[in-house]
């Protein structure tokens, strides 16, 4: 979020659905970013020293970026992903952890949940706002998270950067065919979670 940029601040310029980053770089090194994480094909020649840095995908750097700046996490963190069921599947697994004197916290539709409880605007946020709750949660000696995985948050890479040791898949039905488009890309974005993110 280019409004969010201060004096000493990185910028990760993401081409989104409505906005392209890009178009911010000139703004956010006028706020004083020292440097900038752009796509490939940004080509416009910028008359600054700062440094840009070019990556292929700039979701995905800023993941990555985030797990390094928030280092610490919990031991087990468990994601679920589905069409339907996955606030169902995390309330149930949480309530199933406490009955057993285990704490635990998650992370979806009914907000982060922890010592406190915040709301959130996505079933999965930002990779900022979930690293950093990550590491508020092994703060407060939480060991096991749950976190609600949408296909919007797995194919923006928001659950990239960290061990998830463990997942569950609740089913699959055809939806956000708006942001999909079709089947095989809505099925490609869930099947992330196996495929490329899960420990082996």
Same mark, same amino acid.
């Given at each position: 979020?280019?409004?969010?940029?201060?004096?000493?601040?990185?910028?990760f310029?993401?081409?989104?659905?409505?906005?392209? %980053?890009?178009?911010?770089?000139?703004?956010?090194?006028?706020?004083?970013?020292?440097?900038?994480?752009?796509?490939?094909?940004?080509?416009?020649?910028?008359?600054?020293n700062?440094?840009?840095?070019?990556?292929?995908?700039?979701?995905?750097?800023?993941?990555?970026?985030?797990?390094?700046?928030?280092?610490?996490?919990?031991?087990?963190?468990?994601?679920?992903?589905?069409?339907?069921?996955?606030?169902?599947?995390?309330y149930?697994?949480?309530?199933?952890?406490?009955?057993?004197?285990?704490?635990?916290?998650?992370?979806?539709?009914?907000?982060?949940?922890?010592?406190?409880?915040?709301?959130?605007?996505?079933?999965?946020?930002?990779?900022?706002?979930?690293?950093h709750?990550?590491?508020?949660?092994?703060?407060?000696?939480?060991?096991?998270?749950?976190?609600?995985?949408?296909?919007?948050?797995?194919?923006?890479? *928001?659950?990239d %950067?960290?061990?998830?040791?463990?997942?569950?898949?609740?089913n699959?039905? *055809?939806?956000?065919?708006?942001?999909?488009?079709?089947?095989?890309?809505?099925?490609?974005a869930?099947?992330?979670?196996?495929?490329?993110?899960?420990?082996?």
């Open positions: 979020n280019n409004q969010a940029v201060k004096k000493g601040y990185l910028f310029a993401i081409v989104g659905n409505k906005f392209n %980053g890009c178009d911010f770089i000139d703004e956010a090194i006028q706020k004083g970013a020292v440097s900038i994480i752009a796509p490939e094909s940004y080509k416009k020649k910028i008359n600054t700062i440094p840009i840095i070019k990556v292929s995908n700039t979701r995905k750097a800023l993941a990555f970026a985030a797990s390094k700046f928030f280092i610490k996490k919990p031991k087990n963190i468990l994601a679920v992903t589905g069409t339907n069921g996955k606030t169902s599947i995390a149930f697994v949480k309530m199933l952890l406490e009955k057993f004197h285990v704490k635990a916290a998650s992370v979806g539709t009914l907000g982060i949940i922890g010592n406190e409880k915040a709301r959130l605007q996505n079933t999965t946020p930002d990779p900022i706002t979930l690293h709750s990550l590491s508020k949660f092994y703060d407060q000696s939480y060991n096991h998270v749950i976190i609600e995985a949408s296909s919007h948050g797995l194919d923006q890479y *928001r659950m %950067g960290f061990n998830i040791n463990m997942g569950i898949f609740t699959i039905t *055809r939806d956000h065919y708006d942001y999909h488009k079709n089947y095989e890309n809505y099925e490609r869930k099947f992330r979670l196996f495929n490329e993110i899960l420990k082996p």
